[in-house]
């Protein structure tokens, strides 16, 4: 069955598809500096599909809105973290060059500070500009902390984990799907989970002060996480409690 011309505009958008054609550039070069293996390979292209396939879907919900300076940014962060997983993925089976990991982990944690930025001087802000940031963020913890878990253990996956479980959650319990008020603290938090797994996987830390420095990163993102469950949670049982006065009172 043809497509119509107005589809295939929208699913062949040029963002998406520069994006995958850096990141296959990006595992080319990984692979003539660093010997990327086939698990490498395998996980950056897989990484790579399932990025143009997701964000090509998003993009088609919020047609015909630009893709904008501040998601192009982002998209670049994307690049970087499909090649941070390749080389975790790639650790698996020999010794990862811990230098290019951490170059590529660095520049993507720096840009995490200007795609923001330059969405709120360019006046475009978006909802899908905020949640593929979010992803980003979220993928790339989960990556370092299996890269970490590696040598400190299996409990540091708790700290990639934990949003995917909380997302998990809000599909059984909807209530926790509600918006929350923005909080720099959330921010902090958020942010010191990328830097401290950066600190800890280039291994410059001795062994105690690393696992003490992951400890403390996954008991403040617990905290961070349970403080805003609590704010949800609060806000459900006045939503609650308001529903059933004015029952009450019509009822009366």
């Given at each position: ?32 500096v ?16 399932a ?60 840009l ?119 704010w ?6 006045r ?14």
């Amino acid at each position: 069955m043809a497509l119509s011309g107005t589809y295939d505009t929208r699913l062949l958008r040029p963002e998406t598809a520069a994006g995958a054609g850096a990141q296959a550039l990006l595992l080319a070069l990984l692979g003539t500096v660093t010997g990327l293996g086939p698990p490498g390979w395998l996980t950056g292209l897989a990484f790579t599909f399932a990025t143009w396939a997701v964000l090509t879907r998003a993009l088609r919900r919020t047609w015909p809105r630009p893709f904008g300076p501040a998601n192009g940014v982002t998209l670049a962060r994307a690049t970087l973290v499909g090649g941070v997983t390749a080389l975790v993925a790639d650790s698996f089976v020999s010794r990862p060059p811990v230098a290019v990991l951490v170059a590529l982990t660095a520049v993507a944690l720096v840009l995490d500070a200007v795609d923001g930025q330059v969405a709120r001087r360019t006046g475009t802000e978006s909802s899908l500009g905020a949640r593929f940031d979010m992803e980003v963020d979220a993928f790339l913890i989960l990556v370092l902390s299996v890269y970490v878990a590696m040598s400190l253990g299996a409990w540091v996956l708790l700290i990639g984990g934990m949003r995917y479980v909380f997302v998990a959650a809000a599909r059984v319990l909807p209530w926790l799907n509600g918006p929350l008020p923005p909080s720099m603290a959330r921010k902090t938090v958020a942010a010191l989970q990328g830097i401290v797994l950066l600190v800890v996987g280039a291994g410059i830390l001795p062994r105690l002060p690393a696992y003490a420095a992951a400890l403390l990163a996954l008991a403040l993102l617990v905290w961070s996480f349970a403080r805003d469950i609590r704010w949800l949670w609060r806000v459900r049982v006045r939503e609650s409690a308001a529903v059933v006065r004015g029952t009450v009172h019509e009822c009366v």
